[in-house]
T-cell receptor, first 112, second 112 residues
Framework: AQSVTQLGSHVSVSEGALVLLRCNYS??????LFWYVQYPNQGLQLLLK??????LVKGINGFEAEFKKSETSFHLTKPSAHMSDAAEYFC??????????FGIGTKLQVIP | NAGVTQTPKFQVLKTGQSMTLQCAQD?????MSWYRQDPGMGLRLIHY???????DQGEVPNGYNVSRSTTEDFPLRLLSAAPSQTSVYFC???????????FGEGSRLTVL
């Protein structure tokens, strides 16, 4: 069985401040980890992914995430929030054969 | 490229009615899946397919049927709609068992 826990269903940051969205996972096999972003009334789109290799992964729009096996974490960060970053963010784990488990999502609010 | 196309975008049904949500992709992806998105619950896998003629159940399959007669199409059938099936439905596809998912824009279904 696998699971994903996203801490904080709502996160507010000031424009220009650090964005940190937390994700912890459990998986019985080496996981493939993903962050997706969803803008209002749209489907999800990929921000970044970890498959194998380098544990610090860079994605689109200045986001990055670090895979920490010992902490079973894959937290998403961005040094400086922009208004356009306001969206809902989903962490997901793929244990193989596209059996993907998503977290409940974190809505990011950016305050001007 | 159109990517993943879902129709209809909106649908209102009465309890007991049946309908089919259509999903088509033009990326020649072998893997396709259906998710439902409910507030506070993230995305949950309904059914998935690893290729034409092959389907399997996900986390919440009850009340839904699927078939995969071609690589491009993966329709989701509601046999007898219930209010609990009110949700936003997303179709997704991928080029591999562990690759990222490409999502459609969603279909919002209301069952009265």
């Amino acid at each position: 069985a696998q699971s994903v826990t996203q801490l904080g269903s709502h996160v507010s940051v000031s424009e220009g401040a650090l964005v940190l969205l937390r994700c912890n996972y459990s998986s019985s096999v080496p996981p493939y980890l993903f962050w997706y972003v969803q803008y209002p009334n749209q489907g999800l789109q990929l921000l970044l992914k970890y498959t194998t290799g380098a544990t610090l992964v860079k994605g689109i729009n200045g986001f990055e995430a670090e895979f920490k096996k010992s902490e079973t974490s894959f937290h998403l960060t961005k040094p400086s929030a922009h208004m356009s970053d306001a969206a809902e963010y989903f962490c997901a784990v793929n244990g193989g054969y596209q059996k993907v488990t998503f977290g409940i999502g974190t809505k990011l609010q950016v305050i001007p | 490229n159109a990517g993943v196309t879902q129709t209809p975008k909106f649908q209102v049904l009465k309890t007991g009615q049946s309908m089919t949500l259509q999903c088509a992709q033009d990326m020649n992806h072998e893997y396709m899946s259906w998710y439902r998105q409910d507030p506070g619950m993230g995305l949950r896998l309904i059914h998935y397919s690893v290729g034409a003629g092959i389907t399997d159940q996900g986390e919440v399959p009850n009340g839904y049927n699927v078939s995969r007669s071609t690589t491009e199409d993966f329709p989701l059938r509601l046999l007898s709609a219930a209010p609990s099936q009110t949700s936003v439905y997303f179709c997704a596809s991928s080029y591999s068992t562990v690759g990222e998912l490409f999502f459609g824009e969603g279909s919002r279904l209301t069952v009265l």
